[in-house]
């Protein structure tokens, strides 16, 4: 029994994606142990995960703090790992590959760039969407993938019953308005009209509720539907996954709990603008989709409430 590495620092909507491309390597591996680099945010989640036996916390401290880089590879050669997958691909983890492994081909280390098709550019590549680029990597490692463009994220889910039963969840919809501060771009700036059109429509068939995360709460006011918290404090991931996956329809932005619903196979809708494209993220699945504009404040919230009402049956 071998031991291998995969490298999968986040984020959260990214950890989702990456989902099927860990089945992969775990199906492809019956015989040995995979473990997992990651930061504090997921540590607990990769725990719950039944393919990673063992999670390997990395702190991302400054590439300059020298001793934190000891003891990091210190604690990394101890596995003797043979070969490791960076499902990361960033310029971090490529540094990781320089100072564990820096003599590593794609047998080795397999990386977008390592395994980079020829005659292509690095900047060419990563315009493909992120699952066909993983298919890629892991195909040219020669790994049979199977799962690696339909991500499963079931796996993070768990019994939510004490919090349905809280806020007494039947049927209800789910959104997502919230975006990090330094990624306004993603903001549509009409969920409460949206909002007046579902209830206006639908009365009380359906709860409408947001699930904000720790930065969120105070915002989460500010809309017209109720948060699901405890304690006055967010869920946690795994909660969040299974409030999700048994929600009747999400409407979110283009955030990590979007990527979460296309992976768990959600009804719903992410909403996106000129900061990049759906088809890049690959987050269109048989039950979620996107709407593609080139600038979210010309969105009406009547357009959404459209497809909410074509898709949420």
């Avoid at 999968?8 to 680099?37: F, M, T, V, W």
């Avoid at 100072?99 to 315009?127: E, G, R």
């Avoid at 019994?159 to 969840?169: H, P, R, V």
């Avoid at 946690?236 to 409030?243: D, M």
């Amino acid at each position: 029994m071998s031991n291998i590495l995969i490298i999968k620092h986040g984020s959260l909507g990214d950890i989702a994606q990456a989902s099927g491309a860990i089945q992969d390597i775990y199906e492809n591996h019956p015989n040995d142990q995979i473990h997992i680099l990651t930061t504090q945010p997921y540590v607990q989640l990769f725990k719950k995960n039944p393919m990673i036996c063992n999670v390997i916390l990395d702190k991302r401290l400054s590439r300059l703090n020298l001793i934190y880089l000891y003891y990091l590879i210190k604690n990394i050669k101890k596995f003797n790992f043979i070969k490791v997958f960076d499902l990361q691909n960033s310029s971090r983890s490529m540094f990781y590959k320089n100072i564990f492994f820096p003599m590593a081909n794609y047998q080795v280390w397999s990386s977008s760039s390592t395994t980079l098709p020829k005659n292509i550019d690095k900047n060419d590549f990563d315009k493909k969407p992120v699952l066909d680029r993983f298919d890629h990597q892991l195909k040219t490692s020669g790994l049979k993938t199977l799962n690696t463009l339909k991500p499963d994220f079931n796996w993070a889910c768990e019994d939510i019953d004490a919090i349905k039963k809280k806020f007494d969840l039947k049927k209800y919809i789910i959104l997502f308005p919230f975006c990090s501060e330094h990624l306004t771009i993603k903001k549509w700036p009409f969920f409460n009209n949206l909002i007046k059109l579902i209830s206006d429509k639908f009365y009380n068939q359906y709860q409408i509720v947001t699930a904000p995360g720790p930065s969120e709460i105070k915002e989460a006011n500010s809309f017209n539907a109720k948060p699901i918290l405890i304690d006055n404090k967010s869920i946690n991931i795994s909660q969040l996954a299974t409030l999700i996956k048994d929600s009747s329809f999400i409407v979110a932005n283009d955030t990590g709990p979007a990527h979460m619903a296309a992976h768990l196979g959600a009804k719903g809708l992410s909403l996106f603008g000129k900061h990049t494209s759906a088809y890049k993220v690959s987050i269109e699945r048989d039950n979620f989709k996107a709407i593609q504009v080139a600038d979210l404040n010309n969105l009406t919230a009547e357009k959404v409430f459209e497809q909410l009402i074509l898709n949420i049956n």
